[in-house]
């Protein structure tokens, strides 16, 4: 069998890795025109501070590809031919395959305002969108980012961190309102506010404006305002890169249209990660999933299926965890901005502002649905195992302190958590266990 996979991100490695183990024999080619290799690109932003290299975010040395007979060419993968089983590339070479994996991912939503052209105006997602930044904020003084998010973050610590002033523009009432409630929104200010990051809420991009030599000198936004900027960084989202897929014909809505094993509408072609769209999400999941682990787990999937042992693929708990400048943040099952009807929304946080907890839960079988933890570290598989047996909120919070992952010289809050609770919901007493064991300190 000769698996050819478009794109080397985390599913497209996986794929790869996955089916070198299930069928030793396979030839296993991986197709990329970001990078000749792997790269870790949750890391691009430390290769901007200059805390990494960039040979330092490559996961694999590169002898690795060899050792494990993995090819890898640098190339654009142009269109496919589904019914030749043929991919041609940008260097004119065109490969046959037996399986073909779409692992194309994302790419930054592009924006249509006035002046989106001009140089100094990128969105942050691939390896060239790092260089083109390095390159275009070297010495600048002034920078605005459009949008909030994980991504709007990120290059907002990144500019600061070079001296220079950011403002960021949101269009919600607070930081990613869509995702975060208030209170947590409020702990991603304090950090906004610290490390002195101008946000303008409630407001939207309007125009760039230029200079004589056609780079962005400000930005006009929706309430009149005119801000300078040297840079500006759009972080309005991401959507699946399907150009390759509708160039040949595929299935295409928002995302690659797949099944449940990951079929595309073509035979013998798959698409995994986050240029993927299920086509029958299972309950409660989502039918374009944009994170490391879910592409992970996609990869893994699709090759097992490729290589005849056919899965379906189940997300399971969803979680996701991400770093506000100083502030942690970790996320287990649903918790939407405001809660769902037929939940109840507990919410304790410290005073001093740093640490926050919130848990949902059913208001029939007081099951735990979600939690958001801020400042606080907590395991994974025991909220895994909470979540996906709907143990009881008082159960939860009485052995709260197995899910501390906190080093041990660290401050512990089970107790105030526990009194907060009791509180606001006294007709569902908890009385919190002492931790013993593996998670006892």
């Known amino acids: 069998m000769h698996l050819v996979i478009i794109g080397n991100g985390i599913t497209g490695v996986t794929c790869a890795l996955t089916a070198r183990r299930l069928q030793p024999e396979a030839r296993i080619t991986l197709v990329a025109d970001e990078s000749p290799h792997h790269i870790s690109r949750p890391a691009l932003m430390y290769v901007y501070l ?40 940008s260097t004119g070479a065109v490969l046959s395959y037996d399986k073909l994996l779409l692992a194309t991912g994302s790419r930054s939503r592009p924006g249509q305002w006035p002046g989106r052209e001009l140089a100094g105006v990128q969105g942050f997602v691939t390896l060239p969108d ?28 990144m500019l600061a961190a070079k001296g220079v002033a950011v403002t960021m523009l949101i269009r919600d009432a607070h930081y990613w309102g869509s995702v975060l409630p ?34 962005v000198r400000a930005v006009r936004t929706s309430t ?50 986050d240029c993927a769209q299920h086509r029958q999400p299972a309950a409660g999941e989502v039918a374009v999933e944009q994170l490391w682990y879910s592409g992970r787990q996609q990869g893994e999937t699709v090759a097992y299926t490729i290589c005849g042992q056919p899965r379906s693929y189940r997300r399971g708990v969803w979680f996701n965890s991400a770093k506000f400048f100083d502030l942690e943040y970790q996320t ?10 037929g939940e109840h929304s507990f919410y304790w946080q410290h005073p001093n502002g740093q640490h926050l907890l919130r848990l949902n839960f059913r208001t029939d079988t007081l099951a735990v649905t979600g939690v958001n933890v801020l400042g606080l570290r907590h395991r994974h598989e025991v909220w895994e195992q909470w979540l996906r047996s709907g143990t009881p909120v008082p159960q939860v919070l009485e052995q709260l302190g197995a899910a501390n992952f906190d080093p041990e010289f660290f401050r512990q809050h089970e107790a105030d958590i526990v009194r907060t609770f009791n509180q606001q919901f006294p ?14 300190r």
Not at 59 to 70: A, K, S, T, V
Not at 194 to 203: K, L, N, P
Not at 332 to 341: E, K, L
């Open 182 to 215: 208030p209170e947590e929104a409020a702990l991603v200010q304090q950090q906004l506010a610290a490390h002195h990051i101008a946000v303008r809420y409630h407001t939207e991009l309007a125009e760039l404006l230029p200079d004589a030599e056609g780079r």
């Open 427 to 440: 007709q569902y007493p908890v009385t919190l266990r002492r931790r013993r064991g593996l998670f006892g």
């Open 50 to 89: 200059g805390h990494l290299r960039p040979q330092d975010i490559k996961p694999y040395e590169d002898w690795f590809w060899q050792e494990n007979r993995l090819e890898l060419v640098h190339a654009t993968a142009t269109t496919f031919d589904a019914p030749a089983r043929t991919v041609t590339l």
């Open 332 to 341: 287990y099952g649903r918790v939407p901005a405001r809660p769902a009807p």
């Open 130 to 157: 790092l260089e083109q930044m390095t390159r275009d904020t070297h010495g600048i003084g002034q920078a605005v980012v459009v949008g909030g998010g994980l991504i709007g973050i990120e290059l907002a610590e």
């Open 224 to 273: 009149g305002e005119e801000l300078p900027a040297q840079w500006v960084g759009l972080a309005i989202g991401v959507e699946p890169n399907t150009e390759l897929a509708q160039t040949a014909g595929l299935e295409v809505a928002r995302g690659i249209l797949v099944d449940e094993h990951l079929q595309t509408s073509a035979p013998h072609v798959y698409a995994a990660g």
